[in-house]
Each structure stands twice: as C-alpha cells, then as structure tokens.
C-alpha cells in the first residue's frame, strides 16, 4: 500500500475537530488529500486547518450543525459550487449521554438521534451521488456498545445500532457502483468524552492506557488505501491494557 492512489482526491471529514477527527485529518493530510473540515466551531477548524497546511495546502472549512437539516443543505449547495469531486466522506461527529432508561431525559435521545444517525444519514445521502461518480469510499465512526448495549447508555447505543444499520444497508446498496463502507467499532479512546464517561463512573482516568487517536487514524488510512480488489467492512478495536 501507497499513498499514491489517494494524493490529491478529497476527504470530507463531519466532526473534524474532534480528537479521532483531527488525527484522521492530519493522516489523510500526511498521504497527500484534499481535506474538507466539517463542525460546529468555526475558530477550531481554522486552528485544524492550519495545523494540517504544512502538509496539504488545500484545505477547506465549513461550518455545519449536525442537528439542523438547513445547514446540511447549504453545505451540500456549497460543496456542489466549490468542488469537482468527493472520494472519501468520514463520519466523526457525535453526541453522547449516559442516563438510565427510567429517568434519562427524552431531549437527550433527540440529540443524540439527530447527531448521530439522521445527521450523518443526511450527509451521506446529499454527497452520495458525487462519491458513486468517483468509486469513494464512506467511513462511520462507531462504538463497541453499536454491537452490544450496556446499562445506562441505552440511548447512546441505539443510536450506535441504528448507524450501524445506516452503514450495512449502504454497503449493500453501493458496492455494485464500487463504493466501499466501513465501519469502525471503537472501545474506550483517549478523548475529552472519554474522560468525562470515567468521571461519571467515579474511576481514574488513564488515558495512556486507552486506545490513542492517531491509532484510530492509522487503522482508516490502512483500509482506505487497501486495493480496490478488497474491502475491510469492520474494524474492531479496543485497548491492549484494561484500566476499567
């Protein structure tokens, strides 16, 4: 594998600022990619985006509420004016909460649902047309509790199941166009989120022990570059070491 077949094409990246998003940016950055930064916090992405010019030069920012159909649409009309094609679109976006299932607020499951199933729903269904013109390649963040719900995050991981399901029936409907899918099913990583779910559960929080973000993003590069006569539909991956 080379970085060759990917230098110059263009990854859209939704949830860039986050810390798996911004190393994902950084390693699609490294092997030559056009990047498009998607989020919420303006003044973040442009901190990214001067992170990753040293190099890639073509980097772009777009300011986008995973919540509001609007801005998608806007971003997608945006999109259309500004770029000649879409080769890789990576979901990083999300919202979290954890509640148990007698007295966790219904808000909580609304925002988490629009974050994380009908957002990403939405995008994939406004680029999809772009990427089955250029064989692309669609990649959802996950979590382990996709596959297995544990208590207290019935909420999060429906939304997780649901993505889940977004992505096996994509998968079935654009291979034959030559689009590949993946799903990354993530255990516990080194993020800001991931330090407030260990303060909630009252444990010490380890991060050296957890799965690092750049790990992630090398294991997304590696499928994105794998040759066209295979697909990797899931990765799993979890920390080596348990701290919880």
Do not use: W
């Not at 859209?12 to 699609?28: D, E, N, P, W």
């Not at 919420?40 to 986008?64: C, I, M, P, Q």
Request: hydrophobic share 45%; glycine share 6%.
């Amino acid at each position: 594998m080379t970085p060759a077949p990917l230098m110059g094409h263009v990854a859209v990246v939704a949830g860039a600022t986050s810390a798996i998003g911004q190393a994902v940016c950084t390693a699609l950055a490294g092997i030559g990619m056009r990047l498009c930064l998607l989020g919420r916090d303006t003044h973040a992405l442009e901190v990214l985006a001067k992170s990753v010019r040293s190099a890639t030069d073509d980097v772009a920012v777009y300011r986008v509420d995973f919540t509001a159909d609007e801005t998608i649409t806007a971003l997608n009309d945006r999109l259309a004016r500004e770029l000649d094609r879409v080769d890789v679109l990576v979901h990083s976006a999300g919202a979290f909460e954890m509640g148990p299932h007698d007295d966790a607020p219904i808000a909580d499951l609304d925002r988490q649902y629009r974050t994380n199933v009908r957002g990403p729903y939405l995008l994939t269904q406004a680029l999809l047309p772009r990427l089955r013109a250029c064989h692309g390649q669609v990649v959802f963040m996950n979590s382990t509790v996709g596959l297995e719900a544990r208590a207290g995050l019935g909420q999060y991981a429906s939304t997780q199941h649901a993505l889940r399901a977004v992505a096996d029936a994509l998968r079935a409907e654009v291979n034959a166009d030559g689009v590949r899918v993946l799903t990354v099913y993530l255990g516990r990583t080194a993020t800001a989120r991931q330090a407030r779910i260990f303060k909630l559960e009252g444990r010490t929080y380890a991060p050296e022990l957890l799965v690092q973000p750049d790990d992630v993003a090398q294991m997304v590069t590696a499928a994105l570059l794998l040759p066209r006569t295979a697909e990797v539909t899931e990765i799993r991956i979890r920390p080596l070491v348990k701290s919880y």
